[in-house]
């Protein structure tokens, strides 16, 4: 391309790569434009990559990619990826468990300049602590550890919106149906006994039902609480993730417990399905969209300049939609 126009390549790189202190004829420029439209020339990144030292790809780690909370979590950090130039290669914790070869090979090959890690609770939380001291990276929807920061939601917040709606319906037997154990979980369960407090209802700890993040979890844990006999004066459900809430809803209607005529049921998190179950499910929505952008731009302070300090994301701030999940007593 350079012969082409006839100038040297390092003044065709110059002029291509913006350089401001670039003094050239009007003549010129327009020879080597004419020449990249004539060659249809594309810019190659990824040597430009290799001279920055950047491979300018980020992995991805969710607890299970398939899991429909995270659409909006992904697409934030797309979008704020894009801006800097980046892209995602998504990787499944839960296969990552089974087989770190891939991803391990990744990172030893720096094949990736960092890591978005979610799914850090439970015995899944040492694979992500190694993953995290190897390159930099972020605790998505988590407190950091050591080696990374974590940006967070508001949990408690959420919970506390959930169960105070229940409770100004006229509830007063509220159950709560936990998530996997880990920060998300225990900050939600925590909001949950906030909103109990705060008006003077005592906390019942045969209300709390171990549960976990999937829908399986949801209609194992509330299938074989109510078989126990342990749930029959309850008159509403707080779930910690929507998603948990599809297999309480099944586990209910199992039962014959009707929604909302016998109990009412909130979930947390605000994800495609809510408005097309039967009942549609009230929920409380959290910046999932947010959560992944401010994810992309906390490692991108890590890349440049070292770990940084925790974030949580507090605006917006948790939103209830009521929908027909629920109903006053």
């Known amino acids: 391309m350079a012969a082409r126009a006839g100038v040297s390549p390092g003044l065709v790189s110059r002029l291509l790569n913006n350089d401001a202190s670039l003094t050239v004829r009007p003549e010129t420029r327009e020879a080597v434009l004419d020449a990249v439209r004539e060659l249809d020339y594309v810019p ?8 920055r030292n950047r491979t300018e790809a980020i992995g991805l780690v969710l607890d299970r990619v398939t899991n429909p909370v995270f659409t909006e ?37 720096r094949r990736v300049d960092g890591l978005l890690l979610q799914g ?8 992500l602590q190694r993953y995290s001291e190897a390159i930099p990276s972020v605790i998505v929807n988590s407190t950091g550890n050591g080696a990374a920061s974590g940006v967070r939601l508001e949990d408690d917040a959420a919970a506390r919106v959930a169960t105070a709606h229940l409770l100004g319906l006229g509830h007063r037997n509220v159950a709560f149906v936990t998530g996997s154990p880990g920060a998300a979980s225990d900050a939600r369960q925590r909001g949950y006994e906030e909103a109990l407090t705060n008006v003077g209802l005592p906390l019942r700890p045969d209300l709390a039902i171990p549960g976990g993040w999937q829908a399986e979890d949801g209609m194992r844990a509330v299938r074989e609480w109510l078989r126990s006999g342990r749930g029959a004066d309850a008159d509403a459900y707080v779930v910690g993730t929507s998603v948990a809430a599809l297999g309480v809803l099944a586990a209910l ?3 014959g417990v009707r929604v909302p005529d016998d109990v009412s049921v909130v979930g947390i998190h605000d994800p495609w399905f809510a408005p097309y179950v039967t009942p549609t499910l009230t929920t409380v929505a959290l910046p ?13 302070t890590h890349l440049e300049s070292g770990k940084p300090p925790e974030a949580v994301i507090s605006d917006p ?13």
Do not use: C
């Open 288 to 300: 999932l969209f947010e959560l992944g952008r401010r994810s992309i731009l906390q490692l991108m």
């Open 44 to 51: 190659n990144s990824s040597a430009a990559s290799l001279r």
């Open 317 to 329: 701030a948790p939103r209830l939609i009521v929908r027909e999940s629920t109903r006053q007593r």
């Open 253 to 255: 209607a199992e039962a």
């Open 120 to 127: 850090g609770y439970g015995p899944r939380a040492a694979m």
């Open 73 to 109: 979590v992904v697409h934030g950090a797309q979008e704020a990826a894009a801006e800097f130039g980046y892209g995602l290669l998504m990787a499944d914790a839960e296969e990552a468990e089974e087989d770190e070869t891939f991803l391990a090979g990744i990172i030893k090959s």
